[in-house]
């Protein structure tokens, strides 16, 4: 099983990037649960014959789509050994706990935050969005919103976010209990950051209407292109309107590891919050959100749920508090700190940085590429290491769609597609380590002749 993973991961070049799953075997995983034994050989053979061909392929090199990390193998290994542990990382007093405290340490040092600040590994930013929502109503309305509900009484809060932040945040408003409509969404400059000017006047419109704003969430490389908000001018509004400051920093905020982009997060060091993913541009093995919480005391207070149960004592396997279920809603927990923990430690930070600075530098190589290929139109300036580019032609949504699927279903690469100002835009997201030039021009070729051969069959 190693030595066939290891094949995979090393030749994972030569294989398409992503396959459609035939019939055949879609219908394999319609069988009904096994009653009797199977050999383990046989198991995995399957693995070989029905999984592996037909992964998401965010592995390969030319996968450009969403925001996926590629992996690393250290990452890999990491995982197994934490499944061969089976370590439960929601309690008690155990080094792979130290571990995610090594790291939420490490975290707190990266990002300039105090001692007295607590982190958590979670599975994703959508999770970590979600936990920042919940500290920041603790903050908003204190420990009894937790006994009494938010309703009957309760100052109406409101929160901010821009035109361009993740869906995770309506969402987590939504869970919260606090809903979608009371987070405010405000608009964009060319730059697609948030408008500072905006956000103060929402501000001030709903203090006047007797809503209480209690938190403005800024993000750190949005999901479209790569925009980063002004965040320093965001703390300083956050620290005057006494508002909590949550920065999504989803794949954005580990750029603080690449020296030549972490200048451009200045003020993340002043966040009450952050969330992130080392899945993401860390390249560590899904999943592995995680979030930084300045006041650990809040957090705790967000989340801890005595239970006789879960008595914690001074000595024996329950010491060690405060343990990490106390920071979040899980109480059974994997060790995903393991596998970041492997790949922080067997890669180093820096050159974790040199990929972040490294696939912004493909970015700007691909837009460069656009720009000199008439048939080609760039969408959005590139901030970071996204590009939003399309095919020009009549249609051009439905042409540039119809693109992307034959992009996808070629094996040759695998963009995905956003809406920017109300056009369709192939959107590459260069987050993977292995990706390289040759990538990038396989991507505009490939584009082109896709194109050209969508204008010839409308033709015909
Ligand atoms: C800016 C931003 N926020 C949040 C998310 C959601 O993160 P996750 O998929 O890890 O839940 C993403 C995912 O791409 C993102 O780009």
Same mark, same amino acid.
């Given at each position: 099983?190693?030595?066939? !993973?290891?094949?995979?991961? =090393?030749?994972?070049? =030569? ?82 706990? =130290? ?18 600040? &607590? ?19 603790? *903050? ?8 009494? @509900? ?45 408008? $500072? ?6 501000? /001030? ?25 002004? $965040?320093?001018?965001?703390?300083? !509004? ?9 920065? +999504?920093?989803?794949? @954005? ?7 030549? !982009? /972490? ?8 966040? +009450? ?13 899904? +999943?592995?959100?995680? #979030?930084?919480?300045?006041? @650990? ?34 109480? &059974? ?17 820096? /050159? ?14 691909l837009e460069r590429k656009v720009i000199a290929t008439p048939?080609l139109e760039l969408?959005?300036?590139v901030?970071?290491?996204?590009v939003?580019f399309?095919?020009?032609?009549? +249609? ?6 119809? #693109? ?15 809406? !920017?100002?109300?056009? $369709? ?16 021009? *396989? ?18």
């Amino acid at each position: 099983m190693l030595d066939d !993973i290891f094949d995979y991961v =090393e030749h994972i070049r =030569e294989r398409p990037v992503w396959q459609p799953i035939p019939d055949e075997v879609r219908a394999h995983f319609r069988a009904a649960a096994p009653h009797a034994p199977t050999e383990l050989a046989a198991v995995h053979d399957e693995f070989m014959r029905y999984i592996l061909p037909f992964a998401t392929g965010n592995t390969h090199p030319g996968f450009m789509g969403w925001v996926h990390g590629g992996g690393n193998v250290p990452g890999m290994l990491a995982e197994m050994l934490a499944a061969g542990l089976n370590a439960n990382l929601g309690g008690r007093d155990h080094a792979p706990i =130290e571990v995610e405290r090594q790291i939420v340490q490490w975290m707190r040092q990266f990002f300039g935050f105090p001692e007295t600040a &607590s982190g958590l590994f979670v599975t994703g930013t959508s999770m970590a969005n979600l936990l920042g929502v919940l500290v920041a109503r603790t *903050a908003a309305l204190g420990v009894g919103a937790r006994r009494y @509900g938010i309703a009957a009484g309760q100052p109406r809060l409101t929160a901010y976010a821009s035109a361009a932040t993740h869906g995770c945040v309506a969402q987590a408003m939504d869970i919260s209990g606090l809903g979608t409509g009371s987070l405010r969404v405000i608009p964009i400059n060319r730059h697609q950051q948030i408008d $500072l000017d905006a956000l103060e006047q929402a501000i /001030a419109a709903d203090r006047r209407a007797g809503f209480t704003p209690f938190l403005v969430v800024g993000t750190a490389g949005t999901v479209d292109v790569g925009a980063i908000d002004d $965040l320093a001018g965001l703390a300083r !509004i956050a620290a005057r309107e006494k508002l909590w400051f949550h920065i +999504d920093g989803a794949y @954005g905020a580990l750029a603080i590891l690449a020296p030549d !982009i /972490a200048p451009r997060l200045d003020g993340i060091a002043c966040a +009450d919050s952050i969330a992130l993913d080392f899945h993401k541009w860390a390249q560590v093995p899904y +999943d592995a959100g995680f #979030i930084l919480v300045r006041d @650990g005391t809040l957090h705790r207070d967000t989340f801890a749920s005595p239970a006789a149960y879960l008595r914690r004592e001074t000595r024996g396997l329950a010491a060690g508090s405060s343990w990490p279920c106390d920071l979040g809603p899980d109480l &059974s927990r994997g060790f995903r700190a393991l596998k970041t923990w492997f790949t922080l430690k067997v890669h180093g930070t820096e /050159a974790i940085g040199a990929v972040i600075s490294r696939t912004c530098a493909l970015a700007r190589d691909l837009e460069r590429k656009v720009i000199a290929t008439p048939k080609l139109e760039l969408l959005a300036p590139v901030a970071l290491n996204i590009v939003c580019f399309r095919y020009r032609g009549d +249609d051009a949504d439905r042409l540039n769609s119809n #693109i992307v699927a034959d992009l996808h279903e070629s094996g040759i690469v695998a963009p995905s597609t956003t809406m !920017i100002d109300g056009r $369709l835009a192939i959107r590459a997201a260069i987050v993977n380590h292995r990706t390289s030039e040759c990538d990038i021009d *396989a991507l505009i070729k490939a584009t082109v002749a896709f194109g050209d051969a969508q204008l010839r069959s409308c033709a015909a």
